[in-house]
């Protein structure tokens, strides 16, 4: 068989946490993004700052300092063993926290260029017809910045499907609850299993490549013949 049934496994969980980790980032990334469009606040830079903290660290670097916050002794992980809920990491949800962390830029920042991009008179002529800021918001913004929230959908996912480090040091390698197809890849080669990493490996390829296509090559904005 082309792939096997822990591959198959790895595959499902994989595509499982980054299509939770994307839903979850378009609900808290998109009103960051917004904010971090308007605002002339002398916060922006920082909390910019904070948000694309992740794109220049080390996955190790992000991994461990998240690992230490949602431990026993850290304050994620006091919060959470107070609210009965457990220890986070080493579970599919600690996956889920330390991937909407990992990936946040890859969310706001397209979002944050596409609003940027509206600009100030849709939204002032929005008003003028006695439209709420909220009516505004979804009526006008949103539909405009629509080609920059698929470019951050596709990105966020995409980049959640390739995460290494992070889930190394929050997930660990449990079968069927924590092992994604990076993790699972690495332990065929581990393994000296270099026919099975070939196979899942070129799924992995095959999938970069058809998404990076697909950025490439739609163009809303392109005019036709």
């Known amino acids: 068989m082309f792939l096997n049934e822990e591959d198959l496994q ?3 969980l994989t595509i499982k946490l980054a299509s939770v980790v994307t839903v979850i980032l378009f609900l808290i990334g998109t009103p960051i993004a917004w904010w971090l469009s308007r605002t002339r606040s002398r916060l922006k830079g920082a909390i910019g700052a904070v948000v694309a903290l992740p794109l220049v660290l080390p996955p190790s670097v992000l991994g461990f300092y ?9 304050p ?16 599919f949800w600690g996956l889920v926290v330390a991937s909407v962390i990992y990936s946040l830029p890859f969310m706001v920042q397209p979002v944050q260029n596409a609003f940027e991009a509206v600009g100030e008179r849709p939204l002032e002529v929005a008003a003028t017809l006695r439209a709420s800021p909220l009516d505004a918001f979804f009526n006008v913004a949103l539909p405009l910045a629509l080609p920059g ?9 995409a980049h959640t499907v390739g995460e ?17 197809v990076s993790v699972q890849i690495y332990d065929h080669v581990e393994a000296m299993e270099y026919a099975n990493a070939h196979n899942l490996a070129g799924v992995m390829l095959v999938f970069s490549f058809l998404v990076l296509l697909a950025l490439y090559a739609w163009r809303p904005d392109a005019k036709k013949d």
């Not at 998240?66 to 850290?74: D, H, K, R």
């Not at 290494?164 to 994604?180: C, D, K, Q, S």
């Open 76 to 91: 994620v992980g006091q919060l959470t063993q107070a609210l009965g809920i457990g220890l986070l990491p080493f579970t």
């Open 164 to 180: 290494f480090g992070v889930v190394l040091m929050i997930g660990g390698n449990l079968p069927g609850a924590t092992r994604m």
């Open 10 to 12: 790895a595959i499902w």
């Open 149 to 157: 929230f698929i470019t951050a959908g596709v990105l966020t996912f």
């Open 66 to 74: 998240m690992l230490v916050a949602m431990g026993p002794n850290g």
